[in-house]
């Protein structure tokens, strides 16, 4: 996958370039590698456990790398703070994390029973369960369909409607189950689709449910690494929003503009 990375994005000496999904900064430490000790890149991630673990794995690259953690739809504004208003190339790998559904402390996976909150930084207001609680059934229904095209997303809403209204989702566990009660057996697990979809409420705009503000600003090139069906809705290159959103080509500053002190291989 790094390999495709660096290829789609035809990573070139001196270029800089932005992870908008940098999790443990393996495709970053990929883009750097095949770059010159002139480029740079800055990288960016909702879940501010995953920006330190990724500025550890790639702190031997120096100032070459500029981690910062934010949401990608926000990518042009976090980087203009840092005095960069143009790149050569952006990346979003929009799969879901296995590492995240693993780990302890997230809520994200079914498997293991723990408070329903999914949140990838805590400090965001909506949980998991809050959305599960308080949604409405239509866009329940257009949760499930839309980011995982649950073929039963009327039926698990509708039960999840029912069944709140009584007792308040707290747990995994619950929504499982009550997942499992209506979806069945058909599919091994069953549960995981719902689970998935839900998990994209308190992470929605992290996870894709629009393009960038602004488009990518002065960006040369872009890939979208794609994860499971409906997994991610940003348009793709070649789509509608091509001119407007992923090819935005404009000419680098030139030579004779001065850096900015800090981080000079990302201006």
């Known amino acids: 996958m790094a390999d495709e990375v660096v290829r789609g994005l035809s990573v070139t000496e001196g270029g800089v370039y932005l992870d908008g999904t940098l999790g443990e900064g393996g495709h970053s430490a990929a883009i750097l590698q095949s770059g010159s000790s002139q480029s740079g890149l800055i990288g960016i991630d ?25 949401n990608y739809a926000d990518m042009v504004s976090l980087a203009a703070r840092q005095g960069v208003s143009e790149v050569d190339g952006v990346l979003l790998d929009l799969g879901f994390s296995s590492r ?32 599960v609680n308080t949604a409405g059934e239509r866009e329940l ?5 839309r980011f995982g ?37 058909a599919r091994q697990p069953p549960p995981a689709p719902c689970h998935q979809d839900i998990s994209g409420a308190p992470n ?28 991610d809705q ?3 290159p070649g789509g509608p929003y091509r001119q407007e959103f992923y090819v935005r080509l404009r000419a680098r500053p ?14």
């Open 46 to 70: 909702l879940d501010g456990r995953s920006v330190a673990e990724a500025t550890h794995r790639l702190s031997g690259f120096g100032d070459r790398f500029l981690p910062l953690q934010g």
């Open 100 to 131: 995240q559904v693993d780990r302890p402390g997230y809520g994200l996976s079914f498997q293991v029973d723990e408070p329903l909150d999914m949140r990838y930084d805590p400090d965001q207001s909506v949980s998991a369960a809050d959305f």
């Open 141 to 145: 229904v257009e949760t499930f369909r």
């Open 149 to 185: 095209e649950e073929p039963r997303a009327r039926a698990v809403a509708n039960a999840i409607v029912r069944s709140r209204a009584e007792r308040p989702f707290r747990s995994t566990r619950e929504l499982a189950e009550l997942a499992e009660r209506v979806i069945g057996h």
């Open 204 to 231: 929605r705009s992290q996870r894709g449910a629009g393009k960038p503000a602004g488009g990518t600003g002065g960006c040369g090139k872009s890939v979208t690494a794609r994860g499971r069906p409906g997994g």
């Open 234 to 236: 940003l348009p793709q």
């Open 254 to 267: 030139g030579p004779g503009n001065s850096e900015p002190p800090d981080y000079p291989a990302l201006r």
